[in-house]
């Protein structure tokens, strides 16, 4: 008897995505690679911080995260 297949994680969310202890979904925020002259210390700075994924996402991001 041949058993289903299984749902694979996407390789790309699993690379950017980590799950926490407390189940949220921690991210890198995004316009840090490049033009970076432009932008003020402060906000380099601030852009080097990790952050949590808003409520609307998390569903659907928790979705391709399966092996986390």
Known sequence: MAKG???KSHRGAMK???LTGTGKIKRNKAYK???TAQKTP???MNLRQATYLTSA???RI???LIGK
């Open 57 to 59: 996402d998390h569903k």
């Open 5 to 7: 297949a299984k749902m």
């Open 42 to 44: 402060k906000r380099k």
């Open 62 to 64: 928790k979705s391709v």
């Open 16 to 18: 950017r995505f980590n």
């Open 33 to 35: 690679s490049h033009r």
